[in-house]
């Protein structure tokens, strides 16, 4: 047996009787983005000039969030369950699932200092990548980010809404159940 490490294969370009288009590499998927090429791939890898791909991409992009509408913040809650849910959680606090697995924490939204960080800060934290988080750039489209910027006031706003704020009714339970205002 010739393990792994020594099994047949072919180089990119040669022929193959393996496949019907006798080629031995396979073409892309439709709608595949290639990783090695562009932007995004010089932003996720580091290699190239990062700086200034990441100034350029900053001036291209939108500067402020749009306007938040129910379909701005069912889109940014779909795409943070892709990829934000796996370290930040459901209520982004900073405990998702990767970190009950013992992957670091980070932040949680709900700190003071998150709070009160403009929408760009989280945009460019997903473009750019912060501390151990990588970049989105290349997996997250500028709408869609905004989206996500959405949402995570979303859940700002779910843990430190101002209890005045809150409808007649909930207000009445609130009450009716002794919790703090």
């Known amino acids: 047996m010739q ?3 020594h099994q047949g294969h072919w180089e990119p370009g040669e022929g193959s009787a393996m496949f019907a288009d006798g080629r031995a590499d396979r073409p892309p998927p439709p709608g595949s983005m290639p990783t090695r090429m ?3 791939a010089a932003v996720s890898s580091g290699h190239g000039g990062h700086d200034e791909v990441l ?3 900053a001036a291209e992009n939108a500067t402020r969030l749009p306007p938040v509408t129910p379909v701005l913040l069912q889109r940014g809650q779909d795409r943070y369950a892709i990829y934000c849910l796996p ?3 459901a209520l982004g606090d900073g ?3 990767v970190v009950r697995r013992g992957f670091p924490a980070p932040p949680s939204y709900h700190q ?3 709070r009160d960080a403009p929408d760009r800060h989280f945009y460019d934290v997903i473009s750019q990548g912060y501390g151990i988080m990588p970049s989105y750039a290349d997996r997250v489209d500028p709408q869609d980010r905004w989206a996500i910027v959405a949402y995570v006031r979303a859940l700002q706003l779910s843990q430190h809404a101002p209890v005045a704020e809150l ?3 909930v207000q009445a339970k609130l009450a009716a159940s002794g919790a703090k205002r």
Request: proline fraction near 14%.
């Open 95 to 97: 405990d998702g699932p």
């Open 167 to 169: 409808p007649p009714a």
């Open 3 to 5: 393990g792994m490490y």
């Open 87 to 89: 370290c930040h959680s």
């Open 55 to 57: 100034a350029r991409m």
């Open 112 to 114: 003071q200092r998150l």
């Open 38 to 40: 562009g932007d995004a």
